[in-house]
């Protein structure tokens, strides 16, 4: 096998793959998300009118064959399995690793099946295991984030994930565009972090349209702002967790801000601008994300 599935929950992980202690015999649900379409019809009308679509939850089901051995070995890695899969409020994550190093992620819940039906005559060689794994959020994505940083100094510990190379400015004054080249191929919402002094933020994606404007805000130095594009979340806050949504301009975009994915923008490159005054060499604005992918 050239590539491997991992389940990951609570910091263990199973390779279920290895041929080793597991052999997967089967996966399904993993390619395209689900999807409905959005049908209205007006009276009188034929037909009706399309007005677009969103994705549905994915259901990936997975057939195993867990290795049995001496009779504390059976029982044991059966044990493994149901606190592994156990239902949770947090959710357990699906990992693939292909061959090339490319890994791709996916957050699941358990749904249904491992019953792990005993059969004596099979106890001392292999369990076969079936589950099924519900993921609310159908994309999956690289556990590997990008961060795109603008600025004069650098980001210090504050940063969480690989840090792209710095845009070094020396006024006291910002206005950059930068090209993000973006290889998802599902849009991925930022999170971005801003540490002042900084006057009349401004964040554009000049391709797509939407701003994140913060005219009239002005932020000491080492004050911050947490805007937190995701789905589920779509917050402002401030360093304690204080909302402070109220500081976007009312024409702000922080439910569609995003980095898009081809066809729009063609060829996943986003122009993102960056516009503020009264900064400092303590000043950080800062994007971060995971790449999504509609499957795998």
Known sequence: MTWTLSIIAGGAEINVSDGQDYIL????????????RIIEQGP???????????????????????????????????????????????????RLTRSDGTV???DCYYSAELGLAVDPDLRASWQPVVVELLAPDPTWYDPTGTTITYGIGGAGDQMTVPLAIPWHVGASSINTTRQVTYSGTWDAYPVIT?????????????????????TG????????????????????TDANGTNRIADLTA???????????HPNPPGGVNSIRVSAQNITAGTEIYLQFNARYIGV
Request: one cysteine or more.
């Open 25 to 36: 015999t089967g996966l399904d649900g993993i390619g395209m998300a689900p999807a409905n």
């Open 44 to 94: 009188q009308q034929h037909g009706a009118s399309d007005r677009g679509f969103r994705l549905q939850p994915r259901k990936i089901a997975l057939s195993l064959l867990a290795r049995g051995g001496s009779d504390s070995d059976w029982w044991q890695r059966r044990n493994s399995l149901l606190a592994l899969l156990r239902p949770s409020d947090t959710p357990l994550a699906l």
């Open 104 to 106: 791709r992620q996916i």
């Open 194 to 214: 801003v540490i002042g002094p900084a006057t009349n933020l401004v964040i554009t994606n000049e391709t797509l349209g939407d701003k994140l404007d913060f």
């Open 217 to 236: 805000v002005s932020l000491g130095a080492g004050e911050r702002r947490i805007i937190d594009c995701r789905y589920g979340q779509k917050t402002v």
């Open 251 to 261: 024409d702000s975009n922080l439910a569609t801000f995003r980095i898009g994915a």
